[in-house]
């Protein structure tokens, strides 16, 4: 494992960094959050891309403590941003399995929380569909407290592997993100279209925010917005960035 010991000193020198995408209300082209993403400018390696990394850091019992320094800072910037005078947006991070299965994980986020003063409705948890599905007594516990904390939870990922709508009516999630899989040509493939069109219509009636990614054409972007998707992310929008309102 080469890339191991330069993770074991990533966060102390300083070679993590987080950017943001934004998320727009396609209704009304106003941006209402960003997702932190991960990135890590390694001195030995150069850029080594999350879906690198994060697998080792999860392997080899890092990825707690990069996770809370993900969580810290991404929270601490979302408080700058909200006290910047503007409209407040919301701040969605990336849950790794082990990391919210951790015992203490419900603690480090209201601490967090505690610490930054962020206030908890602007932060949203993305789990993917795997956690979802497995551990299910545990998961639905620790959802329960976390919004019991009043972070939101999303499911991320939705539509790749295991999805079923059935888990959407026992699991309290807030928002679900339609996969890019899903997005991608959705205005020239029928089924994509018809599979979206009911994730749709299901979670409208169960009260969960849905938000669709992987948007890279201005086609997909307006056929969602037909179908009453009315939150987006993707390419076409805007790259991960510094600062999400640039
Ligand atoms: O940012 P990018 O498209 O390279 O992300 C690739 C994968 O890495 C995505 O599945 C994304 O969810 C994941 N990822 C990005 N940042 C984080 C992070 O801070 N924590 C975790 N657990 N996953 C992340
Ligand atoms: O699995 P998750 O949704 O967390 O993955 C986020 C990753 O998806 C980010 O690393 C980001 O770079 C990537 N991403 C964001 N928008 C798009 C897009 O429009 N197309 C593609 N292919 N990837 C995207
Ligand atoms: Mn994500
Ligand atoms: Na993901």
Same mark, same amino acid.
């Given at each position: 494992?080469?890339?191991?010991?330069?993770?074991?000193?990533?966060?102390?020198?300083?070679?993590?960094?987080?950017?943001?995408?934004?998320?727009?209300?396609?209704?009304?082209?106003?941006?209402?959050?960003?997702?932190?993403?991960?990135?890590?400018?390694?001195?030995?390696?150069?850029?080594?891309?999350?879906?690198?990394?994060?697998?080792?850091?999860?392997?080899?019992?890092?990825?707690?403590?990069?996770?809370?320094?993900?969580?810290?800072?991404?929270?601490?910037?979302?408080?700058?941003?909200?006290?910047?005078?503007?409209?407040?947006?919301?701040?969605?991070?990336?849950?790794?399995?082990?990391?919210?299965?951790?015992?203490?994980?419900?603690?480090?986020?209201?601490?967090?929380?505690?610490?930054?003063?962020?206030?908890?409705?602007?932060?949203?948890?993305?789990?993917?569909?795997?956690?979802?599905?497995?551990?299910?007594? /545990?998961?639905?516990? =620790?959802?329960? +407290?976390?919004? %019991?904390?009043?972070?939101?939870?999303? #499911? !991320?990922?939705?539509?790749? @592997?295991?999805?079923?709508?059935?888990?959407?009516?026992?699991?309290?999630?807030?928002?679900?993100?339609?996969?890019?899989?899903?997005?991608?040509?959705?205005?020239?493939?029928? /089924?994509?279209?018809? =599979?979206?069109? +009911?994730?749709? %219509?299901?979670?409208?009636?169960?009260? #969960? !925010?849905?938000?669709?990614? @992987?948007?890279?054409?201005?086609?997909?972007?307006?056929?969602?917005?037909?179908?009453?998707?009315?939150?987006?992310?993707?390419?076409?929008?805007?790259?991960?960035?510094?600062?999400?309102?640039?």
């Amino acid at each position: 494992m080469m890339i191991e010991k330069g993770l074991r000193k990533a966060i102390d020198a300083e070679e993590f960094t987080l950017v943001y995408q934004p998320q727009l209300d396609l209704k009304n082209n106003v941006v209402i959050g960003a997702e932190a993403l991960l990135r890590w400018n390694s001195e030995e390696f150069g850029m080594v891309p999350p879906s690198e990394f994060i697998p080792v850091a999860e392997e080899v019992g890092l990825i707690n403590q990069i996770g809370e320094w993900v969580l810290l800072t991404a929270c601490k910037q979302c408080k700058e941003w909200n006290i910047e005078g503007r409209d407040p947006i919301k701040i969605a991070v990336n849950i790794s399995m082990k990391q919210f299965l951790e015992g203490d994980f419900v603690y480090k986020v209201s601490r967090i929380l505690d610490e930054t003063q962020l206030n908890p409705t602007y932060l949203e948890l993305e789990i993917t569909e795997k956690i979802a599905m497995t551990n299910h007594e /545990k998961v639905i516990e =620790i959802i329960e +407290s976390l919004k %019991s904390l009043g972070v939101r939870i999303a #499911i !991320d990922d939705f539509g790749t @592997g295991y999805s079923s709508l059935n888990y959407l009516g026992k699991i309290p999630i807030d928002v679900l993100k339609i996969d890019r899989s899903l997005v991608k040509n959705i205005s020239l493939n029928n /089924k994509n279209a018809t =599979i979206v069109q +009911s994730i749709i %219509s299901v979670t409208k009636k169960l009260q #969960i !925010d849905v938000i669709a990614v @992987g948007i890279e054409t201005k086609e997909e972007l307006q056929y969602l917005k037909n179908m009453d998707c009315y939150t987006g992310q993707g390419y076409f929008i805007s790259k991960p960035k510094e600062h999400p309102f640039s």
